[in-house]
């Protein structure tokens, strides 16, 4: 069942969450039991959860002795190949107490470019799915270069939620909406609903950001709601400490509606 608005998350078929390195990494890692509890519940109502989380470069970076984010593609990719492993690892021990087992998915732009490549990506995907598995998804980072990037795990987490035809998608961020300008602004009202086909033109998210562990912002995450919409998929865009709430359907964070069947957008 497409959810059409917040409330229908709680009855939702297929759900895909995205969470970015800064709510799950360093000294946010507490997060990580936090988030797949409110997983592990949804999981045991019956709904079908995929997760698509970043951090594998930041989780990476201490075990490397680097004192920040590397700036030179190499340096990734190794912190991101020791990282990633941590990370599923540290997801997989708090999913233990719930009998929930992980499977690891790692994307790149090639993988859903082509007809046979998305029938590949997409049949893994619901072979896992079918299993009761948690595939956890994230892009990867060892091989990936600029060339062949998504750009951000919120765009990644819209291509994959069209790829599963999730019923909605929940994008996870530092703040519980997202407003009519950058939050620390005088004026800045937080946003409701956006329609689906609404002019955004005179909204300030504000430029996607570098920061110490990863990248993304308001803009990113608005970018990608849109995509996931436009294709028929209700987006909720909430801070990452109201992950329980939000997949039981509460009224919070920012609802973008999805498109109807007419207007659907396909990629």
Not at 44 to 71: H, K, M, N, Q, Y
Not at 202 to 225: C, I, P, Y
Request: aromatic share 4%.
């Amino acid at each position: 069942m497409t959810a059409r608005s917040r409330a229908d998350l709680g009855a939702a078929r297929r759900v895909v969450v995205k969470v970015g390195s800064s709510s799950i990494s360093g000294e946010a890692s507490w997060r990580i039991p936090m988030i797949v509890h409110a997983l592990a519940a949804a999981h045991g109502r019956g709904c079908e959860v995929i997760l698509v989380s970043s951090g594998a470069i930041a989780t990476g970076i201490p075990f490397l002795d680097l004192e920040s984010r590397p700036t030179d593609l190499a340096t990734q990719q190794a912190a991101a190949a020791v990282g990633q492993n941590i990370l599923v690892y540290r997801y997989q021990e708090a999913l233990r107490p719930f009998r929930i087992v992980a499977g690891q998915v790692l994307l790149t732009t090639v993988d859903l470019e082509t007809a046979t490549s998305r029938s590949n990506a997409k049949r893994a995907m619901e072979r896992l799915i079918g299993l009761r598995i948690l595939p956890i998804v994230n892009e990867n980072d060892t091989v990936a270069t600029q060339e062949i990037r998504f750009g951000d795990n919120d765009r990644l987490a819209a291509l994959v939620a069209q790829l599963v035809d999730a019923d909605a998608l929940v994008l996870l961020s530092d703040v519980e909406a997202l407003y009519t300008k950058p939050p620390t602004e005088p004026g800045a009202e937080p946003i409701d609903t956006i329609p689906a086909d609404a002019d955004l033109s005179d909204l300030e998210f504000g430029a996607t950001v570098v920061n110490s562990v990863g990248t993304g912002g308001a803009a990113t995450k608005a970018s990608a709601a849109r995509l996931a919409a436009a294709a028929g998929i209700g987006v909720l865009v909430t801070s990452a400490d109201l992950i329980d709430r939000a997949l039981r359907g509460e009224e919070l964070g920012t609802w973008f509606e999805p498109a109807e069947p007419e207007h659907f957008a396909t990629i």
